[in-house]
RNA sequence: GGCCCCAUGGUCAAGCGGUUAAGACACCACCCUUUCACGGUGGUAUCAUGGGUUCGAAUCCCGUUGGGGUCACCA
C-alpha cells in the first residue's frame, strides 16, 4: 500500500509537514527541575469544583519547581459547548487565585506565551498534519463507518454489544481497506475519521510509573481509537499528544476517569516518535449520595460541583483552597497550626503524598476550615469582604451595611481582637442571619419570637428583665454592668457567685450566668451572641431599653393567653 | 460483563513487618470563665472479610465482598 499517496488522497489540502511545526515550537528553556504544567478545560458549562482542584496542584507543582503554569481550552467539541464557558473558567481560575502563567485569558484579553495557539479550535492545521502523517507513514488509516456521536445511541449500542461479547474493541474493519476502496468512497464524498493502526496486544503488560500511583503494569493499547473525527477535528487524544508535547509540558496531572486510557495516549507517543510527558493521576472528589453510597461529584446533580457555588455562598478564596489543600495533601493542617501567618503556597507540598482514594467533599470540614481562616481577617477585612460579597449576592444586605461601616465594623472587632478570636462565621451568606439582632431597630419590626428555653417561669423571667432594667446604665463601664448584674440576682434568688451555685444548687432559682442568658435573649432573640457588653454598647441606650420592654410585654401576653 | 483503581472511626486521614493504631472535623464530658465565645483536658468510635507468608501483619501475597472509574467520531 502507497501511505503516501492514501495521505495526500485524505488531505489534499496545503498543510505544513510534522517537522515544520515541530521546529516552530522550541524547547523551553527552564531550570532543571522545573515543571510545565496545565489546566485545560473544555467549555462545556460552569467549571467544575474537580478542574479548581486539578489546576490548583498543577499550579502548586509549577509554582514550587520554579516552572510553568498554563492554560489551554479544549473545545474540540462541538455539540457540548457553551457560550462563554472558557471565559467563565478562566475568570473563575482567577478568582480562586490560580490564574496561569501563560496560555488563554478569556475572551476579552490576549493570550499569552509563545507556545499558542491555546485555543484547540484554532489549530485545526496542526492536528490534521499530524493526522496525515500517521497515515503517510501506515500507522493510521480512514475509517468510513457513520456512526451516531450522541451519548444515549452510544450507550445503548454499548449494551447491545456487551450482550454479545466482553471484547468490544475488535479491529475496525476499515482497517483492511485497499487503496481502490478508500478512493470509491471518497469520490462518493463519504465522510471519514482517521484511527490509529493499533500495533498493540491487550494480552501484554508494560511498566509504567505514575507520580502518584507509583508503579504499574498496564496492558498495551489494542484499540483503532479515533485520532481525527469526520468533521476534521480531533478528539482529546491526539490533541493532548500534540499539544502537550509542543507546549512542552512536562507532567500531565489530570484525574483518574483518564487511568483507563492513558495506554493509548501512549501508543500515540509513540507512533510519531514522541518522548510521552509524566503522568500523576489524582483521585476524585466524590460525596455520599443521598442513598448512603459514595459517587463522584456530578455536575447534574450537586449544587457544589459548580466552583461559582462556593462564590455564592461567600466562602472566601482561602478557605476554600485551604480545604482543598487539605485534600491534596492532609499534613496542611500541620503546616497551618505552626505557620498561622504564612501563604498556603508556601507549605511544602509533594505530589507523591497525594492520597489515592477518592475523598468526599466534607461541607462541615469546610466550614471548619473556613472559620479558621476567617478567623485570621481583621474587623476591617471583614467588612470589606462581606460588603464586596453582598454587593453582588445580597443587594439588600448590601444597601444596609454599605450604611453602617463602622457599626459593622466594631461589631466584627467584638473578641476578634488578640490570639484567639472567635469563630464563628464561615461565610458570608451567613453573616445576616447569624446577627441578624444587629442588623434591624425594634421600630416598625412585626412579632419577633423568643425563646428563653430556661427553668425559669414567664414570671420569673419577666421580674428578671424588670429588674435588670431599673440598674441598666449604658453609661457603666464593664465591671460596673456585670456587677449590676450580679447585684439583681439576690432578689430573685439566683446565686451571683458560681463556685456556691454549684456547691448547692437547689437552693437557688439559677445562677448569674442564667441571668445574663436571660438578657441576652431579651436583647438579641439569640442564646449565643459576642460578648453582651459590646453588643449593647453598640445597640445603644434606646435600643436596649425599647428591647428589654418588648421581651416583658410579649411574655406579659402569653401568660395572659394561659 | 471485560479491564483498571480503591478499601484504617460518621468524614478527612497518619502508618511502609514489632506503635498503648497519630492528628483534624463532628459528637459528648469536664476545666477555664464576670455573660456568649475562644481556649484547654479527656472520652466514645477504625484496620471490610476469609485464607496464607512470618516468631510477629493495618502493613506482604491470594481469594471474597463492597465502592469507584472506564470500555464514544465527550472531555
Redesign the pocket.
Known amino acids: 500500500m502507497d501511505y503516501i499517496k492514501l495521505a495526500n488522497m485524505l488531505f489534499p489540502e496545503e498543510l505544513p509537514t510534522v517537522e515544520e511545526i515541530l521546529t516552530c515550537y522550541p524547547k523551553r528553556i527552564l531550570p532543571q527541575k522545573a515543571q510545565v504544567t496545565r489546566v485545560?478545560?473544555?467549555p462545556?458549562g460552569y467549571l467544575h469544583i474537580g478542574t479548581v482542584y486539578q489546576a490548583f496542584i498543577n499550579k502548586l507543582i509549577a509554582y514550587h519547581s520554579g516552572g510553568v503554569f498554563f492554560m489551554r481550552l479544549?473545545d474540540?467539541?462541538c455539540?457540548?459547548e457553551v457560550q462563554n464557558a472558557g471565559d467563565i473558567a478562566y475568570n473563575m481560575l482567577c478568582y480562586f487565585g490560580l490564574k496561569p502563567d501563560e496560555g488563554y485569558r478569556g475572551n476579552s484579553e490576549k493570550q499569552v506565551g509563545e507556545y499558542g495557539d491555546y485555543i484547540q479550535s484554532k489549530r485545526q492545521n496542526i492536528y490534521m498534519a499530524f493526522a496525515k502523517h500517521l497515515v503517510s507513514i501506515g500507522k493510521a488509516y480512514p475509517?468510513?463507518?457513520?456512526?451516531s456521536?450522541n451519548?444515549e445511541d452510544?450507550l445503548k449500542r454499548?449494551e447491545e454489544e456487551?450482550a454479545e461479547s466482553?471484547?468490544?474493541?475488535g479491529k475496525d474493519v476499515c482497517r483492511y481497506l485497499t487503496l481502490e476502496q478508500v478512493e470509491s468512497n471518497l469520490s462518493k464524498g463519504m465522510?471519514?475519521?482517521i484511527r490509529l493502526k493499533s500495533e498493540g496486544n491487550g494480552e501484554k503488560k508494560f511498566k509504567f510509573k505514575d507520580e502518584i500511583?507509583g508503579e504499574?503494569?498496564?496492558?498495551e493499547n489494542s484499540k483503532d481509537i479515533?485520532i481525527l473525527?469526520?468533521?476534521k477535528?480531533?478528539?482529546?487524544s491526539l490533541?493532548h499528544v500534540v499539544d502537550d508535547t509542543l507546549m512542552g509540558t512536562t507532567l500531565v496531572v489530570r484525574g483518574?476517569?483518564?487511568?483507563?486510557?492513558l495506554a493509548s495516549h501512549l501508543e500515540l507517543f509513540h507512533a510519531f516518535g514522541l518522548k510521552p510527558p509524566k503522568y500523576a493521576h489524582t483521585?476524585?472528589i466524590?460525596k455520599?449520595?443521598e442513598n448512603g453510597?459514595?459517587?463522584?461529584v456530578s455536575k447534574r446533580k450537586d449544587a457544589e460541583a459548580d466552583a461559582r457555588y462556593f462564590v455564592e455562598k461567600g466562602y472566601p478564596v482561602g478557605s476554600v483552597m485551604e480545604y482543598l489543600l487539605?485534600?491534596i495533601n492532609?499534613?496542611f493542617?500541620?503546616f497551618r497550626r505552626a505557620n498561622p501567618d504564612k501563604s498556603y503556597y508556601e507549605f511544602p507540598f509533594k505530589v507523591s503524598?497525594i492520597?489515592?482514594?477518592?475523598?468526599?467533599f466534607?461541607f462541615?470540614?469546610l466550614?471548619?476550615c473556613s472559620k479558621q481562616v476567617i478567623g485570621r481577617f481583621s474587623a476591617q477585612d471583614i467588612y470589606n469582604s462581606l460588603l464586596a460579597w453582598a454587593e453582588k449576592y445580597d443587594r439588600s444586605f448590601y444597601e444596609k451595611i454599605a450604611k453602617m461601616k463602622d457599626f459593622c465594623i466594631k461589631l466584627f472587632s467584638i473578641?476578634r481582637e488578640g490570639k484567639?478570636?472567635?469563630?464563628?462565621i464561615s461565610k458570608w451568606s451567613e453573616v445576616e442571619n447569624l446577627y441578624s439582632y444587629m442588623f434591624y431597630t425594634l421600630d416598625g419590626k412585626e412579632l419577633i419570637d423568643y425563646d428563653f428555653d430556661c427553668k425559669n417561669s414567664p414570671e420569673e423571667v419577666i421580674s428578671a428583665l424588670k429588674e435588670y432594667k431599673k440598674v441598666f446604665d449604658i453609661n457603666d463601664d464593664?465591671?460596673m454592668w456585670?456587677d449590676k448584674i450580679k447585684s439583681i440576682c439576690p432578689l430573685l434568688n439566683f446565686a451571683d457567685n458560681?463556685k456556691e451555685y454549684?456547691q448547692s444548687p437547689e437552693k437557688y432559682r439559677g445562677n448569674?450566668?442564667d441571668l445574663?442568658?436571660l438578657i441576652?435573649v431579651a436583647i438579641t432573640t439569640r442564646?449565643?451572641?459576642?460578648?453582651?457588653?459590646y453588643i449593647m454598647q453598640l445597640l445603644g441606650k434606646n435600643e436596649v431599653e425599647k428591647r428589654l420592654d418588648y421581651a416583658i410585654n410579649l411574655l406579659l401576653k402569653k401568660i395572659q393567653k394561659i
Not at 483518574?256 to 486510557?261: A, D, H, K, Q, V
Not at 484567639?420 to 464563628?424: E, Q, S, T, V, Y
Not at 442564646?527 to 457588653?533: A, G, M, Q
Open positions: 485545560a478545560p473544555s462545556t479544549e474540540t467539541d455539540k457540548r475509517c468510513f463507518c457513520q456512526v456521536g451519548k452510544v454499548r456487551l466482553d471484547d468490544i474493541d465522510p471519514f475519521a500511583k504499574r503494569e498496564i496492558r479515533v473525527k469526520s468533521n477535528i480531533p478528539p482529546y490533541a483518574e476517569e483518564w487511568f483507563p486510557s483521585p476524585v466524590s455520599i449520595d453510597g459514595k459517587r463522584k487539605n485534600l492532609s499534613d493542617e500541620d503524598k492520597g489515592s482514594n477518592n475523598p468526599m466534607d462541615q470540614k466550614d471548619d473578641d484567639n478570636p472567635r469563630k464563628d464593664k465591671q456585670f458560681m454549684r448569674v450566668a445574663s442568658g441576652r442564646r449565643n451572641t459576642p460578648d453582651l457588653y
